[in-house]
């Protein structure tokens, strides 16, 4: 017999017939358990429990994980001072105590058992497991923090820590949630589909039970997003692939073919083993991670193909391509130039990034064919070239911008195109090899393609992995690939061929005075403007500067250095008290941008000099003064 108010604890035997246990049970809120009561629907599947708001969002956003491997113990208690709530048992973990309830002594008890077995019984995979960081999320494809929208539409957006590995999307609470491996839902990507939503970059995950919506930092980070989140989707599927599939002969067949060159073995940008990716066009085979980058450039740049699940696209003359060229001789051809090391596995995305798209969008390292200058020669030693079988020569005349759809001058109407030529001469590789890349098989197309859609500056080779500056005079009357070939006089044309005459172009990071991120941008300097565009071949300016609005150029400060991508940054100040950060890849580039502007301040701006700091002060009885120190040794 119990006295009022008594607090009696119930030892209880583990049973160890029962793994799993869902059900309604109460859950004190709070790390101390010193909140309120709430009925929530439990699930321990003998690997990990969670909780839900209700039975109905079982397959929906979990409140919490506990994974088994961070149970410790499991107490029982009845507290006759609380009716409602008397039957108690606490799970106790690496971090913290769980305090649940039930009406009944036999549901506690069940409960507390079937946990106290799965805790008894838990044997680690590896020693070190239960510090493994991240959990089964540890080396993650992809991490970082994202915004997430609430469970409806007029909910609050809060910022989670997301990670992606595999075919799993996890997001979570806190970063340590993610280094202790407690996510709040995770994703299973197998049967979802992404899209952008076309503001605030923002996009979605769509199940087929539930939206779910995120917002990253910049364009940028969304795009890098959602070409991980399909290639988890792509993941999945090529997994389930593996497990429904009665027949895998294509499937090896494709990768017996492709890996019959040892060099496809392994990924042709990070050197991964195993690479389940391919392009078609480039005819290289691609890691995970790297297919993701490849795929965010756009397939007139790179075709990403499933080397498991795409099984159409193998076809014979295909899987021969990437047996004669390969990653060995596709690299010594886009890499010619580069004297320092490739990227590894491991490296952090935005180098993978950056690597992947200077190597193929900006052919910043490509050997060059000595014929960019002179379309017409390039399109007609394209077109003799395809009779030949000399593969790589003519994967390097794509490159470097030749045209798949050319006309040979002189030659019959039927016979007068590269893949017409390659076809009379039974060069089947070669036709293939152009029909990848864009050309018409049956050489009646007449337009003008190009393997880039808008003309392109002319890229000097670069001997280390920087980012690639183009420094012409602004007199020069070089012109960029594609400049002789009749165009319409377009204003977009007008303007990306005047940036290739500028006094310097090239790719450098920026951010804002309130450095919410850096974000790639084209810049361009000519005139007396700085210009910066999103990419090189935008028509649209991001934003720009006057020269009589600028007041100085210098290095950046040693924390916002900390804090860029590079650490080689410098600053502008303006007459409007706005000052832009810009990040470039070397010290070199930095100077050379640098010296540049203060050209320009100086040859447009009558009585500016070259000052060590300049900004804006307040002065007693005045406010924002411009303020400058021309000399600090004298002091003026």
Not at 244 to 262: G, V, Y
Not at 308 to 317: I, R
Not at 431 to 443: C, I, K, M, S, W
């Amino acid at each position: 017999h119990m006295q009022p108010g008594c607090r009696v604890s119930v030892i209880q035997p583990p049973d160890t017939s029962k793994k799993s246990k869902e059900g309604y049970l109460f859950k004190q809120g709070g790390k101390d358990s010193n909140k309120g009561w709430t009925h929530r629907w439990v699930t321990f599947n003998s690997e990990e429990l969670k909780y839900y708001r209700n039975k109905g969002d079982k397959d929906s956003e979990v409140l919490k994980t506990i994974p088994l491997k961070r149970m410790l113990n499991v107490t029982q208690e009845i507290d006759e001072k609380d009716k409602a709530h008397r039957y108690h048992f606490t799970l106790v973990t690496t971090d913290r105590s769980f305090l649940f309830a039930s009406e009944k002594l036999d549901v506690c008890q069940v409960w507390s058992s079937t946990l106290l077995a799965a805790i008894m019984l838990y044997q680690p995979v590896e020693e070190d497991e239960i510090d493994e960081e991240g959990g089964k999320m540890h080396h993650p494809d992809m991490q970082g923090f994202l915004k997430k929208q609430g469970h409806s539409v007029l909910a609050d957006w809060k910022q989670r820590y997301v990670a992606l590995k595999g075919e799993a999307f996890c997001y979570y609470k806190t970063q340590d949630d993610w280094k202790h491996g407690v996510p709040i839902h995770e994703i299973k990507m197998q049967t979802s589909k992404v899209k952008a939503l076309g503001e605030k970059h923002r996009f979605s995950i769509i199940t087929p039970n539930k939206e779910y919506q995120f917002q990253a930092q910049s364009d940028e980070e969304m795009k890098r997003w959602i070409a991980a989140s399909e290639n988890a989707v792509l993941c999945g599927l090529q997994q389930f692939s593996h497990v429904t599939s009665t027949s895998t002969e294509t499937t090896n067949a494709a990768l017996e073919s492709i890996r019959s060159n040892p060099a496809n073995l392994f990924c042709a940008d990070c050197g991964d083993k195993d690479p389940a990716w391919a392009s078609v066009n480039l005819c290289i085979t691609v890691c995970l991670k790297c297919s993701g980058v490849h795929r965010s450039m756009g397939v007139h740049i790179s075709k990403v193909r499933s080397i498991d699940l795409d099984k159409h696209v193998w076809t014979a003359p295909v899987k021969r391509l990437f047996v004669e060229l390969g990653n060995d001789r596709s690299n010594q051809l886009w890499l010619r130039h580069l004297r320092s090391s490739p990227p590894t596995p491991d490296v952090e995305d935005s180098v993978r990034d950056n690597f992947i798209r200077f190597k193929y969008e900006n052919r910043a390292w490509c050997e060059r064919t000595g014929l960019e200058d002179n379309e017409e020669e390039l399109d007609k030693e394209l077109c003799l070239n395809v009779a030949t079988d000399d593969l790589i020569r003519t994967l390097q005349l794509i490159a470097c911008g030749a045209n798949v759809n050319a006309r040979l001058p002189g030659a019959p109407e039927e016979n007068c195109s590269p893949a017409q030529i390659a076809r009379t001469a039974n060069q089947e590789l070669q036709l293939e090899l152009l029909v990848q890349n864009g050309a018409d098989p049956t050489g009646t197309e007449t337009r003008a393609l190009r393997r880039l859609n808008a003309p392109r500056s002319p890229q000097m080779p670069q001997k280390e992995f920087v980012t690639s500056v183009s420094s012409v005079s602004s007199t020069s009357s070089l012109s960029p690939a594609g400049g002789n070939r009749s165009h319409s006089s377009s204003s977009a044309s007008s303007s990306l061929l005047s940036r290739t005459s500028s006094v310097l172009c090239g790719w450098l990071h920026k951010t804002g005075h309130n450095h919410t991120g850096w974000n790639r941008r084209w810049c361009v300097l000519e005139g007396k403007t700085l210009t910066y565009y999103k990419t090189e071949r935008s028509q649209e300016e991001k934003g720009h500067v006057d020269s009589k609005e600028l007041v100085s150029v210098l290095p950046a400060e040693e924390e916002m250095c900390r804090d860029s991508p590079t650490g080689f940054c410098f600053s502008t100040d303006t007459t409007f008290g706005r000052k832009f950060f810009f990040c470039a890849d070397s010290k070199e580039e930095m100077d050379r941008w640098m010296d540049s502007i203060q050209q320009l301040i100086e040859k447009y701006s009558e009585g500016k000099k070259r000052y060590t700091k300049a900004g804006l002060l307040y002065k007693r009885g005045l406010n924002n003064t411009v303020c400058s120190v021309t000399d600090t040794a004298s002091g003026t």
